[in-house]
């Protein structure tokens, strides 16, 4: 049974364009949870989704970010024209059920903005 | 709010114990984890307390006061691998999940 999978690990994008990162679940999870860290921070909540719905956006820039869990496929967490403050390790995790102690995360996307 | 407070920082020697506090605010508390996060790497799940105790797990123990919003996580025998950030979480009742700032724990030998 895989893990939490997040790709790319790595991003690099010039101001301007767009990023997408990726986040497949666990098998048998379909909640997933969006995490932004800067270095030397905590994790901060971006966004909870269930399959195919958007639970709680409370943590996400109102402008610029969006993020969709489709029925099929990965969980994608879209920046639209990146900024240099946008330079973060994002982080997913999933969940079988809310509240759940089974809560797992891949391994980043490390985004940097030139 | 959610304020989840635990101190910046921790050194303790090869073979000692720390202890690692998180204070929560009690309001719409669900349950609480404890991740350990080494630089560059994903939180690996550490403890997850649901009830007032103490839980052991080998060398780690995490410690719940439901009443007291507060919790702490315990690290005996100290190793020089253990030097990581001590994440503290807490589930709300709405399902979200937050963080605390983190712990960093560094070993001495």
């Known amino acids: 049974n895989a893990g939490v999978m997040q790709n790319p690990r790595h991003l690099v994008r010039r101001r301007g364009q767009e990023a997408r990162l990726r986040c497949s679940p666990m098998?048998?999870?379909?909640?997933v949870y969006w995490y932004r860290q800067l270095p030397e921070e905590g994790l901060k909540f971006m966004v909870y989704?269930?399959?195919?719905?958007?639970?709680?956006e409370s943590g996400m820039p109102k402008e610029r970010f969006s993020a969709e869990f489709p029925k099929e496929g990965p969980s994608i967490l879209r920046i639209q024209q990146v900024v240099r403050g946008d330079s973060a390790a994002y982080f997913c995790?999933?969940?079988?059920?809310?509240?759940?102690?089974?809560?797992?995360f891949g391994s980043g996307t490390q985004l940097s903005v030139l | 709010g959610q304020n989840i407070d635990q101190p910046t920082e921790m050194t303790a020697t090869e073979g000692a114990i720390v202890q690692i506090n998180c204070t929560y605010q009690?309001?719409?508390?669900?349950?609480l984890f404890w991740y350990q996060q080494h630089a560059g790497e994903a939180p690996t799940f550490l403890s997850y307390n649901v009830l007032d105790g103490l839980e052991e797990k080998g060398r780690f123990s995490s410690f719940l006061s439901r009443s007291k919003g507060y919790s702490y996580l315990l690290l005996k025998e100290l190793q020089m691998k253990d030097s990581a950030s001590y994440l503290c979480a807490v589930t709300w009742v709405d399902y979200k999940l937050s963080f605390g700032a983190g712990t960093t724990v560094t070993v001495r030998a």
């Open positions: 995790a999933s969940s079988p059920m809310p509240g759940n102690e089974k809560l797992f």
């Open positions: 009690t309001s719409g508390f669900n349950g």
């Open positions: 989704l269930q399959k195919e719905n958007i639970i709680d």
């Open positions: 098998k048998g999870h379909s909640h």
